[in-house]
C-alpha cells in the first residue's frame, strides 16, 4: 500500500488551478514589489470576497509572517496580545510576535474545546492593572480559527468574544492559517466570521489549503494597514515578483474555490472519524474542520505504521492526524481498514 | 511597437526550467519547513556549486529577507555594517538590518566606481573606538556584487577589502541579489568571488535572474548559520512548503543555468552600451553587468517613453537601463533605433 | 497617630550611611561612565564579598534594568526565560525583557509555596522540542530570590533547581531585588546562595533595602560580561558620573550593613507576623522574609486605613504588607495594636 | 600644582544645592515609581519653567537615555531621525535609538559650525521617497543644543530649521544634554528656544551641569508623553525611589540655578578662549558655550599635561577642553599660564 498522508495539510501539494494561475501570469513584465495589476485584482477580489469595499490585502509567504506582522501592526510594543493557551502563535512560531512587535509579549488564557471562553476573557481583563506601565497592557484578542486542535468558533462565539475585547479598547485578530476549514464547516460568510463579527484584520491561510507560497493579511482598517506597508517591506515580506503571490491568491478565492478544497478536507475528515468512531476509538477532540487528535495506544499507532499511514504521535497514546484538498476517499477507506486491522 | 522593459530585472517574468521545476515536485507529500527531500538536495547542490563542504543555505523569499537575516547573524546588535554609500542595504530596504539585528546600525563608506575602496575602509576602520560601548563597534563588511550602480569587484578586490575587514575581526558578508552577474561577468567560480575570498556569508539572488520567488542565504560558517535556524523562523521566512523554493534553486543553479541566464542580461546591456557608446550619450557607471545609468536630457528621456522604452529617471538628465535574462537582441536593436530618433 | 508605612520598601528613604558616601564621594573631579577610581573600589568590593576573583558588577538605576540586561545577555533572541507564574519579570516589568531580549519570551513554571519546583522545571524542560526553531528555545532559570510573595528559596533549593537547568544548557539568574533579605533569612554567605550554587548572574537589589538609586548586575562569568558591556551603554544604563552609583554600591556591601538592614526588616516582619498569627489573622505565604499577605475583611482592612495604617489591598480580602530596614519595632507595636482594634 | 579639570562637565561633581535637595528629601515615606508628591512638583516646576502648562517631565538617569527614548516616542519603527552628522545621538551612543526605537535608522545632514543648515536640510528631504517602504522615512529632526563641537543654534536657526521639519511632518527633537549653556548664551527663555520655535520633545541635560544623576524628557504633546510612560518604565528608566531625581531636578531648575550654573561655564570659556585667542592659539570651533576645541601640536599637549592639565587629544594636533559649573577663575588662570610657558 503506497503511504497515507495523515501528518499535516501542509504536507500535501499545489492544487491545479493555483499552479496554472502561476503559469499564467507569467507574460510579458511587471513593475515588482506590488505595483502590478494582478496584485490590483487582488485586492478587489478580497474585497469581494470579504464584501468589504475598504479591506487591504498583503501577501506574504508564511502564516508566520502574516500572523506576527498583523500583530504587530495591531499591538504596541508595551501590549499584549491574548491567545488561547493552545495557540499556534503563543507555542510554534519561536517568538516571532515578540521579535516583530518590538517586545509585545503574549499571553494565554483558557477555556474549553480549545477555544478561549467569555468567562476566562473577561476574568483575564479583569485582573489587569491598567494604565500601569509595570504591567503588559493587553491590546489585542487573537482568535485561531480553527484551533490548533481543529475545533472551530462559531459566528456567535467569535462576536462575543470581540464583544468583551473591543469593550476595553482591544483589537481583534483571527489567526486563520485553516480558515477556509472554519468557514466551510460553518457554512457562514466570510464576511460574517470576520469584520461583521468585528474582526480588525486576519491571517489568510491558503498555502495548506492548496496554494504554492502564499498566505495574505486581511485588515479591515486603515491604521494598521498604514503601517504594513512599511512593516512588510522590512521584515523582508514584500516579494518582488509579486503578481505570482497575488496570482496564486486570486486563483484560491475565486469561484469559492477555498472553500470547496477545505470542504473536501474536512469530508475526509469526517469520513474518517465516523469509521473510527464506530471503531471505538476515543476522540481528544471533536473534529469539526479537518483535524483529528485521538487516543491510540502506542502498541497500534506502531501498527498503523507498519501500514503506511502517516500521522504524527503528539505524546503518549494521542495521535495527530489531518486531512487535506488532496486526501481521497479510497485513502480514507485505506485508512479505516489499517485501523480495523491494528485495533483487533 | 510593444513596450521594452528595461526598468528592472525583478520585471522580468519566470525562467521555463523554474517553473517547470515548481511543477515537477509538485506530486505526493512531503514534509513542510525544509524536512524534505528536496531541500536535501538543495543543500547538496549549493555544496557542489560552491564547492564548500560545509556550506549551508537558507531559502528564503525576498533579497531584503537574504540580507538582513544573514547580517542580524553575523553582526552584534552593538555592532555595526558597513557598505558603501550607495548599497541597497544602507537606503532601500527600509532599515531592515537595524530592525532584524536587535538595532545594529548601518555606516556608508566611500569609494570610486560605487565601490568600497580599500583606503576608505582602512580609514573607517581607524577611526574607530574599539571596545568603547559608546560607539556602534564594526562588526560586518557587506560587499554589493554587483553593485547597485552595476559595477563589479574583481576577485582580487574582493580579496583585498575582505583581508582587510578580517584583520579588524569583522565577518564578510556579499549582498548577491545580483551575484551571478558578477560571476557571469568576471568568469570567476562562485567559491572564488565568496568563500575563498574571505566572505562568510551571501544573499544569493535568484528572483532577478528568472527564479519565481526564490533568494537564498548561503553560509559558509557554522555559527551564523546555528542561528539562522532560528532568526529565519521567527522572521516568518521559512515557507511550510519549503520544497518548491528549493526545486526553483536547485534548478536555478544546476548546469550553470543562472550563470547563463545572467551572461544573457549581460550580454544585452553589452550590446546597449556599445550602441548607446557610438550614439554619444553618457554613461555615470561602467556597465559592465546588466545595469547602466546614463546622461538623458529629459526632454530625450520623454521622446524614448512615448517610443515604448520603460526605464526609471533617477534624477534631472539621468536614467536607469537594466536589461534582464528575457531581454531580446531585437529589444536591443529597437531600444537603440529609439534612442537614436530621440537623440536627433 | 502618625502613618505607619507597611505598602513597600520602596516607600523608604536612604540609608544615613549610603547618603553619607555620596557626599563623600563628592570631591574633586573624576572620569565619567565609570572610568573612575570608586567604580573600581566596588568591583573591589563585590569580589570581596562573593569571593569571586572575576565578579563583574554593573551599576544601574532600576530593578527592571538589572533583570532585563542580565537576562539579555544570558538568553539568544530566540530564547525563553523560565521563572515562576509569579515572578517579577513575568508579570510587572512591562514586558522590558522581551524588548531588551529582541524578542526572547517569558514562560511561568508551577510550584508551591510561590517557588518553581524541581517536578515543573523538569516537566517543562521535558516538554520542549530542543532544536526546533517552531518553539522558543529555554535558555535561562531565573530565580527570584526573596519571592515576590515573600517566600525564599533554600541554597540547596537553589543547587537543586540550578543543576537540573544546567544539564540542559541554561543559564541561572536570580533576581536578586530582596536577595540581602533572602541571605539574612538564611544566614548563608552571598557565595553560597549564587556561584557556587550554579547561578551565572545576579540583580543585586539595594535601593529597597536603603540605596538612593542604585541597583548592580553581577556576573559570574565572562561572556555575559563582555556583552553588557554594551548592553548597558546602549540601554541609557551606563550613569557618566557613575561614581555615585558606585559609591552607594560600596557603602551598602561594605561590613554586611545590607544584611544588617535586610535582617532588621526581616526581623520587624517577624515580630508583626508573630503578633498577627496571635490575633489569628491567616496568612498566604510564609513570611520568613520582609513580606505579608494576609486575608483580612475588607471592612477591618478600612479600619486599619483608617487607623494610618498604610498597605496594599491585592485582592478581595487580601492585603500585603513590607517592612524595611526604616520600619521600627514601635511602629509594629502599634500596628498591632490597631490591628487588635480592628479585629475585635 | 593641582590638576586643572577641562576633559569634560562629566567629570565634575554635585552641585551643592542639588546635593542638598537629596538630602533635604529624605524624611518619611513616599510611593514608588514617581507617585509621590516631590515629581508632581517636578511638573509643576518644569511647566512653570517652561511656560507650558501641559508640559510632561519624565525623569531619567542618562543622556542616552533621554535622546533615544524621547526619539522611540517620536519616531516610527520604519522611520528615520536626521541630526548633523557630528551629533552625539549619531556616533556616540552605541546605537540606542536605533534599539530602542525597534529598528529605526539615523542619518546624518551636513552643514557648518557643526549645525545642520537649512539648505542640506532641504536637500535631504527633497531626496526622499516619501510613502515608499524601501526607504526609511524621515520622521524628527534632531538638533544638538549646544552642538557637541560647542557651537550653538540661535532661536531663530531653530525655528527655521524646525519649520522646514514640520512642513513635511517630522517632529523636531532637541538634544539638550548642553540646552542650559546654550539658553545662557542666548539669553533667551526655555520657552522660546523650544516649543514656540517648534520643537516637540527635548532632552534636558542635568547632570553635566550639577546634579547627581538626574536628567530628563520634557515633551509639550500628549501623545508622546502617553507612549513614555510605558516606554521608559519597560527601559528600566522610572527609579523606585524616583522623588530622589525629581528632588534634584526641582533644585536644579529652580530659580534659574541651571542658567546660573551654566552661565558660570560659559564664563570660564570665554576666559579661557579669550587668553588663549592672545596668545594665538588657533580655534577649531566658536567656543560660544562651554567647549573649546583648539589646534596644539602634540608636543606643546605633553607639555600642558605635565603641568597638570587635564584634557582630551581628539586627534593629531586638535585638543579638547571642556568648563563646568566647577571651574574656578584661578583654575583658568591657571591653565593659561601652562600654555603661555608650554607655547614659548
Redesign the interface.
Known amino acids: 500500500m503506497a ?1 497515507i ?1 495523515l ?2 495539510d ?5 492544487a491545479p488551478h493555483v ?1 496554472e494561475a ?2 499564467a501570469a ?8 506590488g505595483d502590478d495589476p494582478v496584485t490590483a485584482d487582488l485586492e478587489a477580489t478580497v474585497r469581494r470576497v470579504f464584501e468589504h469595499p475598504g479591506a487591504r490585502v498583503f501577501p ?7 500572523n ?2 498583523a500583530l504587530s501592526a495591531l499591538c ?3 501590549g ?1 496580545v491574548l491567545s488561547h493557551e493552545t495557540a499556534h502563535i503563543l ?6 510576535t ?9 499571553r494565554g488564557v483558557g477555556g474549553d474545546d480549545f477555544k478561549i471562553s467569555p468567562g476566562a476573557l473577561v476574568a483575564t481583563l479583569d485582573s489587569v492593572r491598567w ?1 500601569d ?5 493587553p491590546s489585542v484578542l487573537s482568535l485561531t480559527q480553527a484551533t490548533d486542535m481543529g475545533t472551530i468558533y462559531s459566528v456567535a462565539e467569535v462576536a462575543e468574544l470581540a464583544s468583551i475585547a473591543r469593550d476595553r479598547n482591544l483589537r481583534v485578530h483571527l489567526d486563520g492559517a485553516r480558515v477556509a476549514n472554519a468557514i466551510a464547516a460553518l457554512g457562514c460568510s466570510p464576511a460574517d466570521l470576520t469584520w461583521r463579527a468585528g474582526v480588525d484584520a486576519l491571517s489568510l491561510g491558503a ?2 489549503n492548496g496554494a ?2 502564499a498566505e495574505a493579511i486581511v485588515v479591515f482598517d486603515e491604521a494598521p494597514a498604514a ?1 504594513l ?13 509579486m503578481r ?2 497575488s496570482a496564486q491568491l486570486i486563483a484560491y478565492l475565486s469561484d469559492d474555490r477555498w472553500l470547496h478544497t477545505a470542504a473536501h478536507a474536512n469530508a475526509r475528515m469526517a469520513q474518517l472519524a465516523a469509521g473510527l468512531a464506530s471503531l471505538g476509538v476515543v476522540f481528544v477532540n471533536r473534529p469539526v474542520a479537518n483535524m483529528l487528535f485521538a487516543e491510540v495506544d502506542d502498541a497500534v499507532a506502531t501498527k498503523l505504521e507498519s501500514a503506511g499511514l ?1 500521522f504524527y504521535r503528539i505524546g503518549p497514546g494521542v495521535i495527530r492526524m489531518v486531512t487535506s484538498w ?1 486526501t481521497t476517499p479510497d485513502e480514507i477507506d485505506a485508512a479505516l481498514a489499517a485501523f480495523a486491522d491494528a485495533l483487533t
Open positions: 503511504d498522508e501528518r499535516s501542509n504536507a500535501a501539494g499545489v499552479l502561476v503559469a507569467n507574460h510579458g513584465s511587471a513593475l515588482a514589489y506574504v509567504t508564511s502564516g508566520t509572517a502574516a506576527a506582522l504596541p510594543p508595551w499584549s507555542n510554534s512560531e519561536g517568538g516571532a515578540s521579535m516583530l512587535g518590538a517586545g509585545a509579549v503574549m494604565g506601565p509595570h504591567h503588559s497592557q498555502t495548506k504554492l507560497s503601517e506597508v512599511y512593516r512588510t517591506k522590512r521584515a523582508g515580506h514584500v516579494t518582488s515578483k505570482f503571490q502517516l488532496q
